[in-house]
């Protein structure tokens, strides 16, 4: 059935073994290990952490890290690493591009079945121009997935939240009308979604319907909520800066609607990996506000798994 699990980004101040140990201990399936290259990523919230380095898997390393999660009955349910491969400046994204490659061919040295990233997008072109651009950047990394085996999950964070990102943010995959080009251009059934449902609540969408509009391309499901704050939204309407109306939030605290989303992932008969991914700032105060957040959303989402 579905396998519990967490983002390792949250624990970014420890090691491999600590991750692990945590999700062993607290009763967790799985984990998403972070991926980022130990030089030249990123310093935005939750980004450039590194749990597993895959600049350094060498045959000493891969077996250690098989050894090790076998002995705490984990297992890896995908390596993350969410770059821009769409930025304007084509040096960093040829280097995202390259480390994004060598994430997907770690997946299939380690036996890992998902690397989960972004497509990108230049914050001041259109869709359709950035769709061109994806086009041609995207063709070698699809390539290299094919030829791993591997499948690739796209976040559907449509990254923009301050005026870092404006216009348009820094991710093309926001909506199922993209999504629908983005499978149309590169059809292999490797290429596929990291679903979240909280980014389509501060979007104004609805989480539910993708669950059943795309149930063959769900190979990775990541469980975050939001909190739309409606005053706020009269005051400074959809146009805004995202995080001008809203906030991400632990499961349950939020407007995710989690029975439904449940449901709808039971009836598409879903059985992949259910990934907390804590963003909630009121819990980022302390050591011991990380792990409690951790573990109460662990508590909330038990309730619908077996």
Not at 73 to 78: A, E, P, V
Not at 222 to 241: E, M, W
């Amino acid at each position: 059935m579905l396998k519990l699990g967490f983002v390792s980004a949250i624990l970014a101040d420890f090691g491999f073994e600590h991750v692990v140990n945590f999700a062993s201990t607290h009763g967790f399936s799985c984990l998403e290990m972070m991926c980022w290259p130990t030089e030249g990523g990123d310093n935005r919230r939750y980004a450039g952490v590194t749990h597993i380095n895959v600049d350094q898997l060498d045959a000493g390393q891969i077996k250690y890290i098989k050894s090790y999660l076998h002995e705490k009955n984990i297992s890896i349910s995908g390596l993350g690493y969410y770059p821009n491969p769409l930025d304007a400046d084509k040096k960093k994204a040829e280097f995202y591009i390259e480390h994004i490659k060598k994430v997907i061919r770690a997946c299939n040295t380690l036996h890992v079945p998902v690397m989960n990233t972004f497509i990108g997008r230049d914050p001041k072109k259109n869709i359709q121009e950035n769709l061109k651009t994806f086009k041609k950047v995207w063709k070698p990394i699809i390539e290299t997935a094919e030829q791993e085996g591997i499948k690739i999950g796209i976040e559907n964070c449509p990254m923009f939240f301050t005026n870092d990102e404006w216009p348009g943010g820094k991710n093309l995959a926001i909506s199922p009308a993209v999504w629908d080009r983005m499978f149309e251009t590169f059809k292999t059934p490797l290429f596929g979604l990291n679903y979240d449902p909280s980014h389509m609540i501060f979007q104004m969408m609805d989480e539910i319907k993708p669950i059943y509009q795309y149930k063959d391309r769900l190979h990775h499901i990541h469980l975050k909520d939001v909190k739309v704050y409606h005053d706020k939204l009269d005051r400074v309407g959809i146009l805004a800066n995202p995080l001008e109306y809203h906030s991400p939030k632990l499961p349950g605290l939020g407007d995710v609607r989690w029975g439904k989303f449940f449901a709808a992932l039971t009836d598409v008969r879903y059985r992949g990996p259910v990934v907390i991914e804590v963003e909630d700032k009121a819990y980022e105060g302390s050591p011991d506000d990380i792990t409690k957040a951790i573990l109460q959303s662990r508590n909330y989402i038990r309730q619908y798994l077996p």
